[in-house]
Each structure stands twice: as structure tokens, then as C-alpha cells.
């Protein structure tokens, strides 16, 4: 089993402009020994939608068109954690942001190829 915890968001809300850092850390398994964590997010009555991605082993990172430029994904394997730096945000960034490790190779842009999520960090942008 491994089970997966984000924190970095929470209560407080930032301003549009601001600057954010996720963690998704796990536990019951290294991230060297997985395939991709991604980064989802999810705001109230939409759909979960990728956000990023890194390969644990080569270091690969896919992101999508929305936050390319803003959002950077990296990974500490010694503190087996992976983050999400989020700089320039807008209030369309808010939602809900999961990590979820990847069912195999590559990185994938779906949901449906990731099998283990966190409980999720909430991320509010004011304007």
C-alpha cells in the first residue's frame, strides 16, 4: 500500500500574482521505485484535470498548456517527496490539487493511469 499526503495549500488565499509550493509526500513506497507522480487538480463541479508530471527515474516532467511557464515540477528522493512550485497564479488556478502515482511507464495525462492519489491541498486565488 502507499499512501500519499499534500500539504503547501490549506486555508490561507493568495493573490493573484502569488506564489505557492505543493508537497506530495509518500510513505509504504519510494518514488524511485515508481513509475510518474503527477500533480491533478480539481475545482467545485468540474472535471479532474492533469496538471504535471515527473518520471521518478529520469527526471522527465510534462505539464500542461495552462501552467507551462508558471508551474514547476521536481522531486527530492531523499525525502521521498515531490513538488509543485506554483508561481504567477490566477484565480482559475483554484481547485483542489492531488499527487497520484502513475500505473506504468511514462507520463501520463489521465486520470485513469494513476492508481494511488492523496486526500488533496486546497489552492484559493484571490483576484
Known amino acids: 500500500q502507499v499512501q500519499l499526503g499534500e500539504s503547501g495549500g490549506g486555508l490561507v488565499q493568495v493573490q493573484t500574482g502569488g506564489s505557492l509550493r505543493l508537497s506530495c509526500a509518500a510513505s509504504?513506497?519510494?518514488?524511485?521505485?515508481?513509475?510518474?507522480v503527477g500533480w491533478f487538480r480539481q475545482a467545485p463541479g468540474k472535471e479532474r484535470e492533469f496538471v504535471a508530471a515527473?518520471?521518478?527515474?529520469?527526471?522527465?516532467?510534462l505539464y500542461s498548456e495552462f501552467v507551462k511557464g508558471r508551474f514547476t515540477i521536481s522531486r527530492d528522493l531523499s525525502k521521498n517527496t515531490v513538488f509543485l512550485q506554483m508561481n504567477s497564479l490566477k484565480p482559475e488556478d483554484t481547485a483542489v490539487y492531488l499527487c497520484?502515482?502513475?500505473?506504468?511507464?511514462?507520463?501520463?495525462?489521465?486520470?485513469?493511469?494513476?492508481?494511488?492519489w492523496g486526500q488533496g491541498t486546497q489552492v484559493t486565488v484571490s483576484s
Open positions: 515527473i518520471e521518478s527515474s529520469r527526471d522527465r516532467t
Open positions: 509504504g513506497r519510494t518514488f524511485s521505485s515508481s513509475y510518474a
Open positions: 497520484a502515482t502513475a500505473t506504468g511507464w511514462g507520463l501520463p495525462t489521465s486520470a485513469h493511469n494513476y492508481d494511488y
